[in-house]
């Protein structure tokens, strides 16, 4: 019964989407405020039978429903509770599900947290959402429906991919969605907007919380399935530039772009068309990864199935929804009313700097990542581009953007004075120095881009703390340092945060490439392997059971300076239904970094091919992303930018400031 | 409202616009730059199967990415315990891989597998990377032969079959 319903609540989701899709526009010509106001009504109905559905196919795989046929490929009744439920979206027909319920969620958000927007406005907002929605709700009841039946029933299922079975992915793709869907807040903001032929500051204050909120569940979300390949896929790499991971990192840089140019919208009223174009972009870019992970061009372990009927579709939504939204850019941007002028040094500089850079690298990820389907449309042979190539890039492209970074928060608005900045940033300039001499030094020449990697990242967190320290006044009066640190609103402080994030992030890349320990060692037990400075004694192996597969351990005593600092057991593991064996890295982080042990086959003789690594500082990868997080909900807790807080005479100052500039 | 004060530091904007649009052009002209000169390098890898590496007579040394299947009966381990030689084909052409380090777990003979490395002097792909593929509906895209039914390798192809596409 559950899936019929939940088939029904799919059906009556389109309906009502065609709705809110059509009459709020009906009723903002007509001037009509009942008719606009059932845009409200639509996104909440909209969500709840989306909801509906939802709860109905995640029903079915709980209680392990066999007869239907998605439940049947991809669940198993010996499978933990856990990966039943994170099973609905370990395939293609939930992952869109998933998909449609976040998009829900975000319009019914809008309408119930945006009640202090204009009506009409609104009313715009929710009925491009309630486009994508229908948009979305086509593609899944015409080549994707989850609710088909299967009779008869098999009596067991065939499990879900047990690489899948992990809890970070678990959290993974809700976390991603979450980030790709919530950028479509940003897309019908700016589409709505178009369509009025009005941005204002007020405009960048409503779309920054929802565009800071998609930048922090993305953050969360490729940090977790980095993560994930860290320890999961047992080679210790955390990155690839695979396409999919392309497809994801190249809205975190859109998004990234328009949080900072929404600053300039907000607070001094300019670059109005590009902040809108940049909104159209970031959701394009996650309409492109949808494509690309959706549609079966690209195969990897997020392509569930190799459909052409699904890709076409994709396709042509894909063409529909970007190439009008675009349209309408190009038809309607000319007509906005160009805002505040600036100086060449001047914050807004230095933050079309930051646009600059970080559109420029999504765009070289996106050559990056294109070409080869580009070079197999034209019949040209199969091809792949490297990680070289995306490495180039970042660092060309990445290291003036840390650079300006320091500088770019110390300069004032509309003219800023660099020597003023270069003043306060000279420690920096001289920590960033001493490191990478040091490192130069220490390696007699050898790890030139190891002393620039750490040059950036010292240079960016003394001038987070310079920074900090200046608008405190931390060394001329530090006696007032708390109550000035109290005063300083926490959007700044979410941003030093962040910032410092980033120079953390930076700091384990450099780190854990160039003074990563490894050894691949054929070992009996009672062996012992150094590694580093560490001593890893094999102590044998014996089989373990799990719920739904078997496995053999491998046991290492890890000992340094004859001190025992941890066991390790990583495992192999052979999971039942579907036949499949994954590989269980054991990961014990210290301070200084992480132990990793991977085991491999037997040789015969009671030996084993082991792997094992120490990665300095690779946590700094995962707790620079938090930190970015942390600081994107401590802008985001900021009370002046709660959404739609703004109201009344409260909401006009900052405009009416800006005219009289 | 007062007129701008026009200083130094203010320009017009049309001035101001020129600026932008000049910085970036300059940025996306660089990065196209660096696009073409990258991608000149190493980054770029071809996807070659065995027949069109015979073909197309790649060099010793050259990096590419080769695959095909692992013909059955062919994987074996060298003596110090940590090296695997096994051949990969596509039913035409047979070419020996040598490979030293933990296989992927789905590694088996008589299916599909992507490597990526460099062919030596003697005519041996030394592998760097090793992808075997993920699950058991799919083989990896292009480790199908296309001349599937002049196989010589009766079990690899009964695997592909099994395999689909």
Redesign the interface.
Known sequence: MAPEIGHFALVMALMLALLGASVPHIGIHLGNRRLMALADRVAVGLFLMVAISFGCLMYSFVTSDFSVLLVAANSHTAKPMLYKISGVWGNHEGSLMLWILILTVFAAAVSLAGRKLPLHFRARVLSVQCLLAVGFLLFILLTSNPFLRLNPAPAEGNGLNPLLQDPGLAFHPPMLYLGYVGLSVSFSFAVAALIDGEVTPLWARWVRPWTLMAWIFLTGGIALGSWWSYYELGWGGWWFWDPVENASFMPWLAAAALLHSAIVVEKRDALKSWTILLAIVAFSFSLLGTFLVRSGVLTSVHAFAVDPARGIFILIFLAIAIGSSLTLYAWRAPKLVPGGLFGMVSRESALVLNNILLSCFAAVVLVGTLYPLVMEAFNAGQISVGAPFFNYGATVLMSPLIVALGIGPLLAWKRGRLSRAAQIMLPALGVALVAALAVLWHSSGQLIMTAVGLALAAWLIASVFLEVAERTQLFKKPGRFWARAKAIPRASWGMSLAHAGLAVIVLGITISTAWTKEELKLVSPGDTVKVGAYDFRFNGVAPVAGPNYTAVRAFFDVTKNGKKIAKLAPEDRVYAHPMMETTEAAIRPLLTGDLYAVIGQAAGGGKWSVRLYFKPFISGLWTGALMMMLGGLLSLSDRRRRIGAPTGSKAKKPSTKLKEA | ??A?KK???????KR?RL??VS??LI??V??II??TF??G????????QPSAVMEKQVPAGKRF?LGGLVATGSFH?DT???TYLFTVTDCAVDIPVKF????P??FREGQGVVTEGRLNKQGVFVAETVLAK???N?T???TAPKNAEACSHPEALSALKKGG?
């Open positions: 409202m007062a701008p200083s130094k530091g203010l320009k017009t904007r101001q600026v932008i910085a970036a940025a996306i660089g990065a660096l696009i990258a991608l390098g190493d980054s770029l890898n071809l996807y070659l990415r381990r110090d315990g940590l030293k380090g933990l296989l777990d789905l993920h699950d058991e799919y990896p895209p292009g596409r």
